[in-house]
């Protein structure tokens, strides 16, 4: 069974750059798939982040393209999420995910997972 | 960019079906996904590629994709399946999500 586990400091400061970890168990992220972050602002809906292969090769969203970096730690199977000049419109749900699918026929997720709350404030 | 509009809310009678429905420009022509959320968990798939359930999902769950619309159909819809539903198509290498249809069980 593959599962997910986010971590990371709850609370980040304006300005100052967001950092989470997702560690993955049960699957190898060398063996495939993309892998992804997905965020989710308290009562609100769910906006993409980005996603990476375990090649390194990744995807952002273009609004917040300019302030994310994704990587992958193969040999710790995890990877990882750096958001930088946070605001408080960055408080959120974040969530890390398995990518099932292709590009060219469209991609979802098939696992996630239990998210983080992460708040932007002073 | 890609857009996907969701009514906010539906209500069904206990043992109704409901129908929650996403829609976009052609989103005919995607694969559309669409998952479960309830009050403090992640989301859960439910319908992948238009109509496909995943393992243990019940059959009352359906989906279906044409022209500018797709539907979520839940059959026999029961107190449990009270929660946010969200569509989702991928464009351009990025997920596109819906905002999400809160599904009230009367």
């Known amino acids: 069974q593959v599962q997910l586990q986010e971590s990371g400091p709850g609370l980040v400061k304006p300005s100052e750059t967001l950092s989470l970890t997702c560690a993955v168990s049960?699957?190898?992220?060398?063996?495939?798939?993309?892998w992804g972050w997905i965020r989710q602002p308290p009562g609100k809906g769910l906006e993409w982040i980005g996603s990476?292969?375990?090649?390194?090769?990744?995807y952002y969203n273009p609004s917040l393209k300019s302030r994310v970096t994704i990587s992958v730690d193969t040999s710790k199977n995890q990877f990882s999420l750096k958001l930088s000049s946070v605001t408080a419109a960055d408080t959120a749900v974040y969530y890390c995910?398995?990518?099932?699918?292709?590009?060219?026929?469209?991609?979802?997720?098939?696992?996630w997972g239990q998210g983080t709350l992460v708040t932007v404030s002073s | 960019s890609y857009e996907l509009t969701q009514p906010l809310s539906v209500s069904v009678a206990l043992g109704q079906t409901a129908r929650i429905t996403c829609g976009g420009n052609?989103?005919?022509?995607?694969?559309v996904h669409w998952y479960q959320q309830k009050p403090g968990q992640a989301p859960v798939l439910v319908i992948y590629?238009?109509?496909n359930r995943p393992s243990g999902i019940p059959e009352r769950f359906s989906g279906s994709n044409s022209g500018n619309t797709a539907t979520l159909t839940i059959s026999r819809a029961q107190a449990g399946d009270e929660a946010d539903y969200y569509c989702q198509v991928w464009d351009s290498s990025t997920a596109v999500f819906g905002g999400g249809t809160k599904l009230t069980v009367l």
């Open positions: 049960g699957y190898s992220i060398s063996s495939g798939y993309y």
């Open positions: 590629r238009d109509s």
């Open positions: 052609n989103i005919g022509s995607k694969n």
């Open positions: 990476i292969y375990h090649s390194g090769s990744t």
């Open positions: 995910a398995r990518l099932c699918g292709y590009d060219s026929s469209g991609r979802w997720i098939d696992y």
